[in-house]
């Protein structure tokens, strides 16, 4: 009879195990309920799961309703939410009516997510509901700002429903967007920090010009506003302050050209009126004087376009003659002995482009002929020799554009060739080599703009493919590395334009 007893307990145990018996992964069950019922519904509303399975569980509101939190199994107020099955789940979504209609309409390309905030003490809350607003913009496109019902920039932003309201989030696209790297010491890459970046980021959108001085940046918007960003102890962006701006500081409108220098800069307004702001003290300001300016002064009108270098200031009338002012030692602006010059003197006439370097000047004259004048102690002329010239000389033949680097000169010709010389200790002129060259080299073909640096370089091929090489100890050529590069390396792609200051590099992208 004890034997019997003892059979029969082991049949009972073992029946009773049966539907999880050892070496089965054990299931449990989900089930949802919403309040009330005509509320919303929920996704997935049951099922069946294996132990340690994790599952989403998303609310969807009805007309009239909104999500307030999750009860039972999972006690939490943001959707979707989580639940891990180590065992039965019993889940409540509660929803809660919404007193006044909410309508939310976007512009351009996004979303508006809804959550509760808090609410009044009445049970169906209706009336003094917080909600709280989340714009996200889709991929190429940016969040702007708020209408309607409620303002402000910021991309989430709460609104208490006292009353019908109305609101739209506004994007835009996402075009010209103006990309930093390099030395950021002066604030000049524009995100609000002083650390240097080898990596780019962009800071802004709807760019359509760019430029460097040594130390500061300034760009046109594609609606004519001029910004600047960067080293302002002279004053040099022009926002009647001498404060360095870590953000971009607006300084005025209907502008079309702009240049930087060492520590000054010039902007050229739609009606041709010629602008200056900054250092003076070697009249390269071209007002007369050697009084620096906090905010821009006119210089002259009648204007096409402005270039600047170090310390010399140069501008193009729209009657094609070309005009410089400031620094001359090395007869960069005039033959004449003067060592600066703070009233405009005429260089040459028929003049399409002009560029500056630290101390010496080029321009491309109407029928494509390169000249050059000034120091070329480093070869930065082109024409087989380091003597320096007081008055133009020409170098090339065929050009349609010119750019300069501190001590190294650019140009691209008629068939799309880049070529450079002058100073080349870091590569920047991308032969391979750290030589000098007093005679002009090809570096690519199939280019379409190029500018220089202290000690690098940038161009842009006709693809939009945006190339660099020379100095990078700052991480101004932007390819993830502080290594320099003596031979070119791909940046980006989709540039449309470029500029490069002593230590950092700015561009634009589609």
Excluded at 164 to 193: E, H, M, R, S
Excluded at 283 to 293: A, E, N, Y
Aim: hydrophobic content about 30%; overall charge negative; glycine content about 12%.
């Amino acid at each position: 009879m004890r034997v019997f007893h003892f059979a029969l307990t082991i049949l009972i145990i073992c029946n009773v195990g049966a539907c999880q018996s050892t070496g089965s992964t054990p299931v449990y069950n989900l089930t949802t309920k919403v309040s009330p019922e005509e509320a919303g519904t929920i996704t997935p509303s049951n099922g069946t799961y294996d132990e340690g399975t994790e599952v989403e569980i998303n609310a969807q509101a009805e007309n009239n309703w909104i999500f307030e939190r999750w009860s039972g199994d999972l006690e939490i107020s943001t959707n979707p939410g989580k639940l891990t099955f180590n065992t039965d789940k019993q889940v409540t979504a509660v929803f809660k009516h919404k007193d006044y209609p909410l309508t939310i309409n976007t512009e351009g390309e996004g979303t508006v997510t809804e959550e509760i905030i808090s609410a009044s003490k009445t049970e169906d809350y209706k009336y003094g509901t917080n909600i709280r607003l989340t714009a996200e913009a889709a991929d190429d496109w940016l969040f702007t700002h708020w209408e309607g019902d409620l303002s402000g920039e910021e991309t989430s932003k709460d609104i208490l429903i006292n009353g019908p309201k109305n609101v739209i989030a506004v994007f835009v696209p996402l075009v010209n967007t103006l990309w930093a790297t390099g030395y950021n010491f002066n604030g000049q890459l524009g995100d609000g920090t002083q650390d240097d970046r080898s990596v780019p980021e962009w800071s802004t959108f709807n760019v359509e010009k760019i430029t460097a001085g040594s130390w500061h940046g300034l760009f046109i918007k594609t609606d004519g506003t001029l910004y600047g960003i960067g080293y302002n102890h002279h004053g040099q962006l022009g926002d009647r302050s001498t404060t360095d701006r870590y953000i971009p500081v607006e300084i005025t409108v209907d502008v079309k050209e702009v240049a930087g220098g060492e520590i000054h800069s010039m902007y050229v307004t739609n009606s041709g009126e010629l602008y200056a702001m900054g250092d003076n003290s070697e009249g390269q300001l071209g007002d007369g004087t050697t009084t620096s300016r906090i905010e821009p002064a006119q210089v002259s009108t009648g204007i096409k376009s402005v270039a600047i270098g170090e310390w010399h200031s140069l501008f193009i009338k729209q009657d094609g003659t070309l005009w410089g002012t400031g620094r001359n030692l090395n007869n960069q602006v005039s033959s004449n002995p003067e060592e600066f010059i703070t009233t405009p003197v005429q260089i040459d006439s028929n003049v399409e482009q002009a560029a500056a370097g630290q101390r010496h000047t080029l321009y491309l004259k109407s029928g494509g002929t390169l000249w050059a004048v000034g120091s070329n102690a480093s070869g930065q002329l082109g024409d087989g020799t380091l003597t320096g010239h007081p008055t133009p000389v020409q170098i090339a033949s065929n050009v349609k554009y010119v750019n300069s680097g501190r001590d190294h000169s650019l140009y691209i010709t008629n068939d799309d060739e880049l070529w450079g010389m002058g100073n080349n200790s870091s590569g920047q002129l991308g032969d391979g080599s750290t030589e000098l060259r007093t005679n002009p080299i090809l570096i690519d073909s199939g280019v379409k703009r190029a500018v220089g640096g202290n000690r690098h370089t940038l161009f842009v091929k006709t693809n939009g493919q945006l190339w660099g090489m020379g100095a990078n100890i700052h991480g101004q050529l932007g390819d993830g590395t502080t290594d320099s590069h003596s031979t070119p390396v791909q940046i980006d792609s989709n540039v449309l334009e470029i500029a490069a200051g002593i230590y950092f590099s700015y561009y634009i992208k589609e």
